[in-house]
């Protein structure tokens, strides 16, 4: 079973950045359609970004449009989140999570997924 390893996070000023990571150890990523979710204190799971397989076109919620970039390295096996500009509205804890299906463009608030990371700490704050 797909196995999904989470790195990255902390904690950063208004206006940093951050890049997260989601790697796989026995599994090529490629093959998966890969999503970023997060969920804030208090609030519900939101869809952040998602690469499809194959094509890998991306997907982005309104909210990171611009300031966040999703991107593979198949030579490495991950999937990473480059988040520039961060927001103390961006703090949350962040998932990685993937999926077999195939699209031409992801859903990008499609949370029915089969696997998930464990999810890694971000927190804008000055």
């Known amino acids: 079973q797909l196995q999904l390893v989470q790195s990255g996070g902390g904690l950063v000023q208004p206006g940093g950045s951050l890049r997260l990571s989601c790697a796989a150890s026995?599994?090529?990523?490629?093959?998966?359609?890969i999503y970023w979710f997060r969920q804030a204190p208090g609030k519900g799971r939101q869809g952040v970004s998602c690469i499809t397989s194959t094509i890998e076109s991306t997907n982005y919620a309104d909210s990171v449009l611009g300031r966040f970039t999703i991107a593979r390295d198949d030579a490495k096996n991950t999937v990473y989140l480059q988040m520039n500009n961060l927001k103390p509205e961006d703090t949350a804890v962040y998932f990685c999570a993937a999926t077999e299906d195939t699209f031409y463009l992801c859903p990008v608030e499609k949370d029915d997924l089969p696997y998930w990371g464990k999810g890694a700490l971000v927190t804008v704050s000055s």
């Open positions: 026995e599994f090529t990523l490629e093959y998966y359609t």
